[in-house]
Every structure is written in C-alpha cells, then in structure tokens.
C-alpha cells in the first residue's frame, strides 16, 4: 500500500486515502454507477452520499445488475462477491468506504456487454 501512496504522490499528482472522502452528490445508486463508468474517483464520493442516504442495498444491487451483464471472466464474479460477502460483515461506514474504493475494479455502465449476457439476450 505504501508504493502505492508513494506513486499517487508524486509530482502534481497527491490523493488522498479513502477515508479523506466525504459524502457529495446525491443519494442515488444508480447515478453512483454510471458516474463510476465514465470517472471512478468521481463516484466514490456520490456513493458514500447513498449509502448514507439510502443504506447499502441499493448499491449492491446495482453492483450485481452491472456484474450480471457486463462480467467478461471468473475474476470479476470472485471480486465483487468478496466484495459483498465482507460489506455484509463490515459496520456500514466501512462498508460504504470499501465500495466507494472498489468502485474502478467493477463492473459498470460503458463496459461491453459480457458474452454470457449476449447469449442470455439472443
């Protein structure tokens, strides 16, 4: 996590930890994913805004929704169910930061559609 930091700061470029992000936008899931789709860094606030607007369940259905047809191999299913599976055991406040950080790694409007979707949609 260090080199991390490390790379993200140098030069013009600082950002800061998941926990410096404070709530912004309005509290709507879906809005949450399809900013995510076009500026990931951009939606994490717009999703700690939901789920303390609207709890996490919104927003974990919208994350299945988008897995359900936009996932392209087995990596994206074992993701997002670790992902749901810890939310689940998390306190909400950390639960919300874990989405709000993960959003870049899942699926999302603007992707292609995944191919056993196509087959489903035929």
Same mark, same amino acid.
Not at 68 to 71: D, T
């Given at each position: 996590m260090l080199a991390q930091r490390q790379f993200f700061s140098r030069g013009d470029i600082a =950002?800061?930890?998941?926990?410096? =992000?404070?709530?912004?936008?309005?509290?709507?899931a879906a809005k949450v994913f399809a900013t995510a789709g076009e500026a990931p860094l951009q939606a994490a606030p717009l999703a700690l805004r939901a789920a303390a607007d609207g709890g996490l369940l919104p927003l974990q259905q919208q994350l299945r929704h988008w897995l359900?047809?936009?996932?392209r191999e087995h990596h994206d299913y074992k993701f997002a169910a670790a992902l749901i599976e810890e939310m689940d055991l998390a306190h909400p406040e950390v639960a919300s930061r874990m989405l709000a950080a993960s959003l870049g790694y899942l699926c999302r409007p603007g992707q292609p559609d995944g191919e056993s979707w196509k087959a489903a949609t035929a």
């Open positions: =950002l800061g930890g998941i926990e410096t =992000l404070a709530p912004a936008g309005t509290g709507d359900v047809r936009k996932a």
